[in-house]
């Protein structure tokens, strides 16, 4: 078990479980106001900061679900599905215990692997932003103050 993507897994399990509209069929607040709402002084990266990280999650999930059922289902049943014992998620799962444990692992790596993706395409992609600025005429002209 990989305990910070275990870690992310429970956080993006209750960010998926949560009801944005309070189960009254509208949410209390606009997207807006919940993109630009602030913390205050609270402890922790604040709500975009996880929102963020939630979708990061979701969007690796997605791409496992389509690649992988087996993957999630055992998201599902580990994170989702509740608090459960891991006997009853291999019956679940209709395998040992020690089966679900290595799929478990397994997907903890797929994560880890996706996550470390994002990252070389997010560096890459600032990569190509600075070679760009420093092609760019003018660049280094002064400003009169």
């Known amino acids: 078990m990989i305990e910070y993507i275990h870690a992310r897994m429970f956080k993006w399990a209750a960010w998926s479980k949560r009801k944005e509209d309070g ?5 209390p607040r606009s997207s807006c106001a ?6 205050g002084t609270a402890p922790g990266p604040g709500r975009v900061t996880e929102d963020a990280d939630a ?8 791409k496992l679900r389509a690649a992988s059922d087996h993957q999630y289902q055992v998201a599902f049943w580990f994170y989702l599905a ?3 014992t ?6 679940e ?27 070389i395409a997010a560096q890459d992609r ?12 003018g660049k280094n002209v002064r400003r009169a103050t």
């Open 55 to 62: 979708l990061e999650i979701d969007g690796i999930v997605t």
């Open 86 to 91: 891991a006997g009853r998620i291999a019956k």
């Open 23 to 27: 189960g009254m069929g509208y949410a």
């Open 126 to 137: 600032a990569a190509d932003v600075r070679a760009a600025a420093r092609q760019l005429p």
């Open 82 to 84: 509740g608090n459960m």
């Open 34 to 39: 919940n993109l630009v709402s602030i913390r």
């Open 93 to 119: 799962l209709n395998c040992s215990e020690r089966t679900t444990y290595n799929r478990l692992h397994s997907l903890h790596l797929a994560v880890k692997e996706a996550l470390e993706d994002i990252d």
